[in-house]
C-alpha cells in the first residue's frame, strides 16, 4: 500500500486503487473512494491480451459498491469491458459517457464483439496458446445482447454540464484526443479530482484542445503514455509523413497505414485529402479507407461536427462544401476485396495494433518488397504486432499459420500522430490546472517512472511548503491513500445569508485587496440536526458563488450561528425558520413545565431569583399573574389569585439544550428551597438589624457586614440548604443524610457527599457532576450573607 504521508484517519483518507492501466497502456479503470461514494474511471480491455486476460482485475473490488462508472472515451482501452462490467458483475451504479461517445461506442463495440468471435480471443491469440482455458468459452467477453442491453442503460452528458449523482457531482470538459473524449471534474465531499482520460493539447485538424477547467482541483488523475518524450512538431511530421508517402508511390510501392479504426484515423484523412487536393500527380492513386466500422461511424462523424473545431465548424458552414468528412479521393471500403491491388496505393486500415483483420492480411502480403512501406501512426501497445514491426524483424509470422515466417523487407516508419500529451504539454496542463497530488496512470513504468522523476524536480522547490507537489505512481491493484485535510466549507443560505453575509462582506470591503473568502466558526449552532461536522471550522460563501481563492481566507472574526445541514456532503448553513424552505425536514419542540406550589410573596421568589441570576426579566405583573423570563430560556409564570393556600408557580421552559433543562433544574431547586430558606425569613420578618449589600427595593437599605458572627450559622444553614436541595433533587433515590453527610444511589450509580469538605466520591462523572453542582448551588445561595464570595 501506498499511503500519502500526510494521511488523516481512516474516513478522511482518499482511496485511490487500479483495476488497470496503472504502470501500463490498456484495460484504463480505476476506483476513487471517498466518504464511502465510489466512482469507477473507464472500463477498457488490454489490446495486447486475450479473452479473460484482457479484463482489468474485476476480481479484486466488489463493483456493488460502485456508485457511478464514468467513460472518458470510445477507445477500446477505454470502454470495451464496458458491457461485460453492466451485464455480467454484480454493478449497479450509473453509467456516463458523452453523446458522441455513446453514438460511436455502440457501432465500435459490436465490430469489437465480431472480432472476437472470429479471431476467438480478441487479437491475443499468444495468451490463448499460452493458456488453454482462455480459449473459446472465455474468448467471448459479452453477446451482441449484452451489447445492446448496456447500450440502453448508459446515460449522457453534454460538455460542460454537471451531473449530480447521490452527492458527486461531475463536469465533462473537452479533452482533444478523439470525438467524444471528456475529462471529468469530480467532486465528492468537497474533495475535487480531474481525470483526464487520454487527452491532447494541440490543435489538429478536427478537435478541439483539452480544456483547463476552472476551478482547481486537489488531485489530478493524469495519463503519462509519452513520459517525458517530446513530439515532433506538427508541421514537420506532417511533411515527413507525406514526403515518405509521395516518394513511395513514386518507386511504384504501396503504404499501409495501420490505425484504430476510428479517431487519429479521421485526422489523418482529413491530412491525406488536403494533400491529394493540392498534388494532382496524386490524384490517380487510389487512397482506401479500409473499414466498415469507420463506414458506419461516417455518419457520427458528420453529425458531431458541432462539438469539433473552428476550422470544421466552418467548413460544416459555409456550405462550399456539404462536409469535411464527405471525401473526395479517398474511398471508404467494406472489405479487402475492393482493393485493387495492382499498384502504388494507400491503405489505411484497422486495426492499428496489427494483431489480426485487414492491416495484418495487408502487411503480410506487402512486407516482402521492398518498395512498399508500413507508417506507424499510432501508440504502439506492448505485446502487439505493432511494437514487434517496429524493431524492424527480419521476418513476421504468418497469422493463419504461425509456423510460417515471413520475410520483412519493407520500410517501417513511425510518425506518431498519437493524440496525446508529451512532456511539455503534460508538464503545462499540469502547471495550469495547479494540483497538489498527482496520480499518473496511463503510461508504461519506464516513461512514467521518468515523468514521476521530472514533476517532483520541476516542484521541488515547494517541497516541505505548502503547496508542496506530491506524484503517485500506482501499480495495478495497489492501494494508495491519499489524507485529505478536514477543510469543511458550508454554504450560508436564506435569510442567514441576507442578514449576516451583508456583514462579512462589509468586513471585506474594507480589506479590499484581499482574498474574498470568510472563515466563520460555527459554534453551538448544530443542535437540531446531524452534528458530526460540527467541530469543524467552516468557511461561509455566498449563495451559490464558488470558491475563488484557494485555501486562502481571513479571519473576520464575525461568527455565524444557523442550523447546519448536512446532505450528501453538502453543507448549508440556515436559520431555523428557513429550515422547511432549503431541506425537507421540519422542526417541532418539546416543552416541559413543572408545576409548584409555594408559601411565599411574589417579591421574596424575585428575590431569591435575583441572587441566582442577577436581573431578573420581568415580562408580566398584573393583579392575578406575575411572570418572569430567566436567561431568555425559563419562564417562571406565578398565580397570585390563591395567596393563602400558597402560590401556584409554574415552570416552563423548551428541551431544545442541555443548558435549558439544567437552569431549569437550579430555578425548580430555588424555588423550592424559597419558603424555607432563612434569607427569607429575616427578609419577610423584617427582625434583622442589620442589612446587606444587597440591593432591594423594599428594605432600601445598604450597609457593611459583620461577617464573624455568621460564620458558624452559616456552615449549619449551608448544610440544611445543601440538604434541601438534595432532597429536591433526589428524592428517595437519597439513601443516607445526616449533618455529615449524604449518599444518593441511582440505579448502580452511587454518591458520597461530604458536607464539611464539599467532596463528591462517585464513579459515575454525570451523577457526580450533577451532585457538585448541586453542592455548589447550596453554597451560592447562601452567598447573600456574605460580602466576599471567594469562600464558597
Ligand atoms: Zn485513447
Redesign the pocket.
Known amino acids: 500500500m501506498t499511503t500519502d504521508n500526510a494521511a488523516a484517519e481512516d474516513s478522511d483518507n482518499f482511496r485511490f486503487f487500479g483495476l488497470g492501466g496503472c504502470n501500463e497502456v490498456g484495460r484504463s479503470c480505476h476506483i476513487i473512494e471517498y466518504k464511502n461514494k465510489v466512482i469507477m474511471l473507464d472500463s477498457g480491455v488490454h489490446p495486447g491480451l486475450g479473452g479473460m486476460n484482457s479484463l482489468p482485475f474485476f476480481d479484486e473490488y466488489d463493483l456493488s459498491k460502485v456508485d457511478i462508472l464514468l467513460i472518458s ?1 470510445f ?1 477500446l ?2 470502454a470495451a469491458s464496458l458491457p461485460y462490467v453492466m451485464q455480467q458483475t454484480n454493478f449497479k451504479g450509473r453509467v456516463f459517457m458523452t453523446h458522441a461517445t455513446k453514438a460511436i461506442y455502440r457501432w465500435l463495440l459490436s465490430d469489437f464483439v465480431r472480432v472476437t468471435t472470429l479471431f476467438g480471443g480478441g487479437d491475443g491469440d499468444k495468451q490463448a496458446d499460452e493458456s488453454p482455458n482462455n480459449n473459446a468459452a472465455s474468448a467471448n467477453l459479452y453477446t451482441d445482447e449484452d451489447l445492446m442491453m448496456s447500450f440502453e442503460k448508459i446515460e449522457t452528458i453534454d460538455y460542460h454540464s454537471t451531473i449530480e449523482v447521490e452527492g458527486i457531482r461531475f463536469t465533462a470538459y473537452h479533452a482533444g ?2 470525438l467524444g ?1 471528456c475529462m471529468y471534474f469530480i467532486e465528492i465531499g468537497g474533495v475535487k479530482v480531474l481525470f483526464t ?2 487527452y491532447s493539447r494541440e490543435e489538429d485538424r478536427h478537435l478541439k484542445v483539452a480544456e483547463v477547467p476552472p476551478t482547481r482541483p486537489d488531485i489530478l488523475i493524469t495519463e503519462s503514455t509519452f513520459g517525458t518524450a517530446t513530439h515532433e512538431p506538427r508541421l514537420e511530421k506532417e511533411t515527413r509523413m507525406m514526403k515518405n508517402i509521395h516518394s513511395t508511390i513514386l518507386k511504384g510501392g504501396r503504404v499501409l497505414m495501420p490505425v484504430f479504426a476510428l ?1 487519429r484515423a479521421q485526422e489523418l484523412l482529413l491530412i491525406l485529402e488536403e494533400y491529394w487536393s493540392l498534388n494532382e500527380d496524386l490524384q490517380n492513386v487510389s487512397i482506401y479507407y479500409a473499414s466498415d466500422l469507420a463506414r458506419k461511424c461516417m455518419a457520427v462523424y458528420q453529425t458531431y461536427t458541432s462539438i469539433m473545431n473552428e476550422k470544421i465548424r466552418l467548413s460544416a458552414t459555409s456550405g462550399e462544401k456539404t462536409n469535411p468528412f464527405q471525401f473526395k479521393f479517398i474511398k471508404s471500403i467494406r472489405s479487402i476485396d475492393k482493393i485493387q491491388d495492382i499498384g502504388p496505393c494507400v491503405v489505411v486500415a484497422s486495426p492499428g495494433m496489427l494483431q489480426s483483420g485487414v492491416s495484418r492480411t495487408l502487411l503480410e502480403r506487402w512486407a516482402p518488397d521492398p518498395k512498399n512501406a508500413v507508417i506507424m501512426t499510432g501508440y504502439a501497445v506492448e505485446g502487439t504486432m505493432a511494437k514487434e514491426i517496429l524493431a524492424e524483424p527480419h521476418t513476421i509470422p504468418s497469422i493463419v499459420n504461425p509456423e510460417v515466417a515471413i520475410p520483412r523487407r519493407l520500410s517501417v516508419d513511425e510518425i506518431s500522430f498519437a ?2 500529451v508529451d512532456f511539455q504539454q503534460n508538464a503545462g496542463f499540469i502547471e495550469e490546472v495547479s494540483p497538489k497530488k498527482i496520480i499518473l496512470v496511463h503510461g508504461d513504468s519506464n516513461p512514467m517512472g521518468r515523468l514521476k522523476s521530472a514533476l517532483l524536480s520541476r516542484y521541488s522547490s515547494r517541497k516541505g511548503t505548502e503547496e508542496e507537489v506530491k506524484v503517485f505512481n500506482p501499480r495495478n491493484c495497489e492501494d494508495l491513500l491519499i489524507g485529505i485535510k478536514g477543510a469543511k466549507f458550508a454554504k450560508v443560505v436564506g435569510l442567514l445569508a441576507e442578514s449576516e453575509i451583508g456583514l462579512v462582506r462589509e468586513f471585506l470591503e474594507k480589506k479590499e485587496n484581499e482574498s474574498k473568502i470568510t472563515e466563520v466558526k460555527d459554534e453551538d449552532a448544530m443542535e437540531e440536526v446531524k452534528t458530526e461536522e460540527a467541530e469543524n471550522e467552516l468557511q461561509a460563501k455566498d449563495n451559490g458563488a464558488q470558491v475563488t481563492q484557494d485555501d486562502k481566507f481571513i479571519s473576520s472574526g464575525i461568527v455565524l450561528s444557523g442550523v447546519l445541514i448536512s446532505k450528501d456532503f453538502d453543507m448549508n448553513l440556515l436559520q431555523l425558520e428557513d429550515l422547511q424552505e432549503y431541506t425537507q425536514l421540519t422542526t417541532s419542540f418539546v416543552k416541559s413545565n413543572i408545576r409548584l406550589k409555594i408559601q411565599a410573596s411574589v417579591s421574596l421568589i424575585l428575590w431569591h431569583l435575583e441572587q441566582m441570576f442577577g436581573h431578573i426579566n420581568v415580562v408580566m405583573d398584573e393583579e392575578e399573574l406575575w411572570e418572569c423570563l430567566i436567561m431568555d430560556m425559563i419562564l417562571v409564570s406565578v398565580d397570585k389569585s390563591t395567596p393563602a393556600t400558597g402560590l401556584n408557580i409554574n415552570v416552563e421552559w423548551i428541551n431544545n439544550n442541555a443548558m435549558a433543562d439544567s437552569l431549569a433544574d437550579s430555578i425548580v431547586a430555588i424555588l423550592y428551597s424559597v419558603d424555607s430558606s432563612p434569607a427569607s425569613v429575616k427578609l419577610t420578618s423584617k427582625t434583622h438589624t442589620h442589612s446587606h449589600i444587597v440591593k432591594k427595593e423594599d428594605s432600601g437599605e445598604v450597609a457593611t457586614e459583620d461577617k464573624k458572627g455568621h460564620q458558624l450559622s452559616d456552615i449549619s444553614s449551608r448544610i440544611h440548604r445543601i440538604s434541601t436541595l438534595l432532597k429536591a433533587q433526589f428524592g428517595d433515590a437519597i439513601t443516607q443524610l445526616d449533618k455529615k453527610g449524604a449518599v444518593v444511589k441511582i440505579g448502580k450509580a452511587e454518591a458520597e457527599i461530604d458536607f464539611t469538605s464539599l467532596q463528591v466520591k462517585c464513579p459515575s462523572r454525570v451523577l457526580k457532576d450533577r451532585v457538585e453542582n448541586i453542592l455548589k448551588r447550596g453554597c451560592k445561595l447562601s452567598a447573600p450573607f456574605s460580602t466576599n464570595q471567594k469562600e464558597i
Do not use: I, L, N, R
Open positions: 472515451h477507445h482501452d477505454h484526443h478523439v473524449a482520460g487520454d479517431g493524440a496525446h
